[in-house]
C-alpha cells in the first residue's frame, strides 16, 4: 500500500525536553524504529512537524546582532527541513539497508488572501509561564496566546493548496524510495502577479499538508501520530471514553477544539471523505497496530474496519536497491 505519515513535533521534541540537538536525534531514531516496518512492506512517505524547532531559530534569529532583520518564517521552515528531514533520512538509512530513501526541502502553495494571516493560531516555539511569554511578545513583537497551562508564541497558519513538488515525490515512490517531505507543512509559498513563487510570514498545519498530500499521491492511508493513544469521546469528562472506530461525521460532531485535536480531526475526515480509503489517528509506538485496526481511532466512510484486507491497495511496491 501507499501510506502516508505525519509525525507530530513531540516525535522529534516532548513537552518540556530541552531543544538539544542529541535530544531530537534520540527521539527520530525511536520515530524511524517504529515506521521501518512500514517501509520494509509499504510505499511509505513521511510528513513530520517543526514548531518548536523554527521557533528556537527565530528566536535565535531574532537576538542575533549581526542581522538587520531576523530570517522570515519561511525561510526558518526551510532550514528546519533541512535539519530534522538529515536526522530522519540517515536513521531510515540505517534502519533499512540498501533501501533508496530521500528527504526533501520542498514548498506548499497558500492563497495570498487567506483570512489567516489576519488571525495568528498556530503554535510555535518553546512553551513560557505568562509573565515569560508578554515580556517575549513585547520584545520581540510576538503574538502570543495560552497552549494548556503553558504560553506559546502564534503565527498565522493559512490553508495549504497543494504541496509543490508532489510529481517529484509521486516519482521517487514509483522507483521504490521512501520519502521525507512536506515538514512543518512545507515551506509557505503564495504566487505573485507574474505567477511566480514567493515565501511568505507563517507556519502551515502540518496535518492538513499531509491531508493533501496523501489525496495528491492517491494515498491507500494516513495515519497521524501523536501522543495519544485515541481520540476521547466526551474529552474532559468524567465519562470520557476513546473512540477505535468513527466515521467522519462523528469525528466532527466532538466539536474538537482547534489548537490541540482539531485540526488532526478535520484533516483525516478530509482525508476519508474525498478519497473513501483509511485514516487514523493514535500514538507513535502504535502505527503498525493502527494499520491493522488494533489501536488507535481508525475513520473510514462508514466507520468499519476489520484489518488491511479491507483494503484494495492502488499502487504495487518496486523496490529499487
Request: hydrophobic content about 40%; some cysteine.
Amino acid at each position: 500500500m501507499r501510506i502516508v505519515v505525519a509525525l507530530g513535533g513531540n516525535a522529534l521534541l516532548e513537552r518540556g525536553q530541552k531543544p538539544d540537538a542529541s535530544t531530537q536525534i534520540e527521539n527520530a531514531e525511536r520515530a524511524i524504529k517504529a515506521l521501518a516496518p512500514l517501509a520494509q512492506e509499504h510505499e511509505l512517505v513521511i510528513t513530520h512537524g517543526n514548531g518548536p524547532q523554527v521557533g528556537v531559530l527565530a528566536l535565535e534569529s531574532a537576538k542575533d546582532e549581526k542581522l538587520s532583520r531576523p530570517y522570515p518564517l519561511d525561510t526558518l521552515g526551510a532550514q528546519t527541513q533541512g535539519m530534522i528531514g538529515y536526522w530522519l533520512l540517515q536513521s531510515l538509512q540505517n534502519h533499512l539497508p540498501g533501501r533508496q530513501v530521500a528527504s526533501l526541502v520542498n514548498q506548499t502553495l497558500v492563497l495570498a488572501h487567506d483570512p489567516a494571516f489576519d488571525n495568528p493560531t498556530k503554535f510555535v516555539g518553546e512553551v513560557y509561564s505568562e509573565e515569560e511569554a508578554k515580556a517575549k511578545a513585547a520584545e520581540m513583537g510576538w503574538v502570543v496566546k495560552p497552549d494548556g497551562d503553558k504560553w506559546r508564541r502564534v503565527v498565522a497558519s493559512p490553508e495549504p493548496q497543494r504541496v509543490v513538488e508532489t510529481r517529484i515525490i509521486r516519482l521517487l515512490l514509483s522507483s521504490g524510495a521512501v520519502v521525507v517531505c512536506s515538514g512543518g507543512g512545507g515551506i509557505p509559498v503564495i504566487r505573485d502577479e507574474r505567477g511566480k513563487l514567493k515565501g511568505v510570514e507563517a507556519v502551515i498545519d502540518k496535518d492538513m499538508s499531509a491531508s493533501r498530500l496523501a489525496e495528491a499521491l492517491e494515498a491507500d492511508a494516513l495515519l497521524i501520530l501523536t501522543d495519544v493513544p485515541n481520540v476521547m469521546k466526551d474529552f474532559g469528562t468524567d465519562h470520557a471514553e476513546p473512540l477505535t472506530r468513527a466515521t467522519p461525521g462523528e469525528l466532527r460532531r466532538l466539536g474538537a477544539p482547534a489548537g490541540s485535536m482539531g485540526p488532526k480531526i478535520e484533516a483525516v475526515c478530509r482525508f476519508v471523505e474525498l478519497t473513501g480509503d483509511l485514516a487514523a489517528i493514535g500514538r507513535l509506538d502504535d502505527v503498525v497496530e493502527m494499520l491493522e485496526g488494533t489501536a488507535g481511532t481508525v475513520v473510514t466512510p462508514g466507520g468499519n474496519y476489520g484489518g488491511p484486507d479491507d483494503l484494495t491497495p492502488r499502487h504495487s511496491l518496486t523496490l529499487d536497491v
